[in-house]
């Protein structure tokens, strides 16, 4: 007898609201890529980055397992490798950012987006210009204010007085 074990099958689909691929609007692997984003926009993975993420129930909140978040963010470095380099990295445009975050369009699932990904990025006590940069388009595009957030909200553990703090 033979047993056999498959990775899911996922055929990239490459649209034209960005060069990266296509996700289904609203769905894990879509939030996962820019929880990954988050992972990366200082150009490093961190130990506490990666610690804070099975300690915030990252997963079960994006509604996918460990290893499919792995497997996007596989996928997505996989991406990143045929967009042009420069200033220290790949370079991901405001315009391709917006595809990316346009994939996500649930209030509540941009609201628990922008949580971990702020959980994330300040797992090592350092704010990045890249970090600045996404968090910013992040909110702006997704018209959230973090001193809107409501206290069940995962974005209240690190709303300050207003959002002046994370604009400079």
């Known amino acids: ?59 079960w909140a994006l509604g996918i397992s460990q290893q499919v978040f792995f497997e996007v963010m596989a996928d997505f470095c996989t991406d990143l490798a045929s967009l042009p380099v420069g200033e220290g990295g790949y370079q991901l445009t405001p315009a391709t950012l917006e595809g990316l975050l346009a994939e996500v369009r649930s209030p509540a699932a941009r609201r628990a987006v922008i949580g971990l990904m702020l959980d994330v990025i300040f797992s090592d006590g350092k704010l990045d210009t890249h970090e600045h940069r996404l968090l910013r388009q992040a909110l702006d595009t997704w018209n959230i204010r973090l001193a809107d957030s409501a206290s069940q909200s995962p974005l209240h553990r690190h709303a300050p007085e207003g959002p002046e703090h994370y604009y400079g």
């Open 1 to 59: 007898m033979m047993t056999m074990q498959a990775r899911e099958t996922f055929i990239p689909h490459y649209g034209a609201a960005h060069p990266l691929r296509v996700y289904p609007i609203n769905s894990p692997r879509a939030k996962a890529r820019l929880i990954a984003l988050a992972l990366l926009a200082d150009g490093k993975l961190a130990r506490e980055e990666l610690e804070v993420l099975g300690e915030s129930e990252c997963y």
